[in-house]
């Protein structure tokens, strides 16, 4: 039996509800805060709970089964629990006052929570084997696919499979007997704490490496986030086959609670795409790629192209999941002609990068690594970023405070394009071959054959 919690509770009122959900006798789920009580919660889903919130109470429902979202973050699919009326129900009321119904339901149990057909697939004999929580199309060619192709380069078997809140120790079970794996890599340290230690006390013979692929700084602005490394860390302390796996430095994280730290950085392979060649009487043109979060720092990049858009003829080109309307309005304010593209895949964002784009902007507050840099320096594309992005030339970064540095920053580029775009070049081929060595020099010695 399996009975999930509404969305729409606050986390407040937590304390008050679960005890109520306990004397059901079933298990239960709730929505994005099973790290603030694991004893009791399996989380269901990533999902926001404003998100789907919003997505219920258009539709009148209260009760959810499943969600599955799409490549870009988008409901794609939601299944309902209707509460058989014959049943009394248990009535629970949040603080605005309003009654929220709980009771046991056979079709819950159903095939809501197994994963979805579309991504399973038949796992391999392998040494590494990647744990996905969802299936996002881009992330898996990148960590999934490109990932595997780079390690099976240097003679280490990849594969991975996909589980969920609801399954991941049983999912995780099967996975490592049928692929015989030395290593799971668990991406973006998604795994619950209590299952992390339940399997690897299950399978001394494995290294659980839960990796998270953010900066300390912004790894402390998510609670929940926080809260599930910070276990996942001192798991690490007690078992021996724990690691706690970042792209970044290992030294970045040596203070959290004497953590067992692995450094595994992104690995890089040179983009295979034709490379265009920058016409000197065209108009230059700028990029702005990243997901929509106030991290990537769009604003200040527009505020940048706008200032420049004073003094030269430019153009804009924008790829991600989401534009906002107003990015949108700032740029058409700007007078700035811009092409946003939405995200498909990599191969298609490199192609559009080498084909159109001259400089890139990256404004991060924060980053541990940042893709889209390296890829556009292999291109021969010089970035203007802040210091969050370390590898980035220092005659390159600038405050995004002020942006009246990016547009120094941007002419002088521009005015020895030639120059720059080979440095570009450099810098990426230099930066990835370090990342590359780190990364099979850490997790070559893991591998048990």
């Given at each position: 039996m399996l009975a999930v919690l509404s969305c729409n509770v606050r986390e407040r009122d937590l304390p008050r509800i679960i005890p109520e959900l306990k004397k059901t006798g079933q298990k239960f789920a709730l929505f994005g805060y099973s790290e603030s009580f694991p004893d009791a919660l399996i989380q269901a889903s990533f999902t926001h709970p404003s998100v789907v919130r919003s997505y219920l109470s258009k539709r009148g429902q209260t009760w959810v089964d499943a969600i599955t979202l799409d490549g870009y973050g988008n409901l794609k699919r939601v299944s309902f629990i209707r509460p058989d009326k014959s049943n009394p129900p248990y009535r629970l009321s949040d603080s605005s006052g309003s009654g929220s119904s709980c009771m046991p339901c056979e079709d819950s149990v159903k095939s809501g929570y197994t994963n979805d057909e579309s991504i399973q697939k038949d796992l391999r004999e392998c040494d590494v084997l990647s744990m996905f929580q969802q299936a996002f199309p881009s992330w898996l060619d990148c960590r999934g696919v490109r990932f595997g192709a780079f390690l099976e380069k240097h003679g280490i078997r990849h594969d991975y499979y996909f589980t969920n809140r609801l399954n991941e120790v049983p999912a995780t079970r099967e996975a490592i007997k049928k692929s015989g794996c030395s290593v799971v890599l668990i991406d973006l340290a998604v795994m619950l704490p209590v299952s992390l230690e339940k399997l690897a006390n299950e399978f001394p013979e494995v290294t659980f490496i839960p990796i998270i692929h953010c900066s300390p700084n912004y790894h402390h602005g998510g609670k929940a986030w926080f809260?599930?490394?910070?276990?996942?860390?001192?798991?690490?302390?007690?078992?021996?086959?724990?690691?706690?796996?970042?792209?970044?430095?290992?030294?970045r994280y040596d203070d959290f609670h004497g953590a067992d730290v692995i450094s595994l950085p992104n690995f890089f392979d040179i983009p295979e795409v034709d490379h265009a060649v920058k016409d000197a009487d065209a108009p230059p043109v700028f990029s702005m790629v990243g997901r929509n979060d106030n991290v990537k720092g769009v604003p200040a990049s527009?505020?940048?192209?706008?200032?420049?858009?004073?003094?030269?003829?430019?153009?804009?080109?924008?790829i991600s999941t989401q534009f906002p309307s107003d990015h949108r309005a700032k740029l058409a304010q700007a007078h700035i002609p811009s092409s946003l593209i939405p995200w498909t895949t990599w191969q298609k964002s490199l192609e559009i990068i080498a084909s159109y784009v001259d400089v890139g902007l990256q404004l991060s507050q924060s980053e541990s690594f940042n893709l889209v840099s390296i890829e556009h320096m292999a291109l021969g594309k010089p970035m203007i970023a802040t210091p969050a992005i370390e590898y980035i030339p220092q005659d390159w970064q600038i405050n995004p405070q002020n942006p009246r540095e990016g547009v120094v920053v941007a002419k002088r580029i521009l005015e020895n394009y030639e120059e720059e775009s080979e440095k570009a070049r450099i810098v990426a081929l230099t930066v990835g071959t370090r990342c590359n060595q780190i990364l099979l020099e850490n997790l070559t010695p893991l591998i048990k054959r």
């Open positions: 809260n599930r490394t910070i276990a996942q860390q001192a798991i690490s302390v007690r078992c021996e086959n724990v690691k706690f796996g970042t792209v970044m430095d290992r030294d527009i505020s940048i192209l706008s200032r420049l858009r004073e003094e030269m003829e430019l153009q804009c080109i924008g």
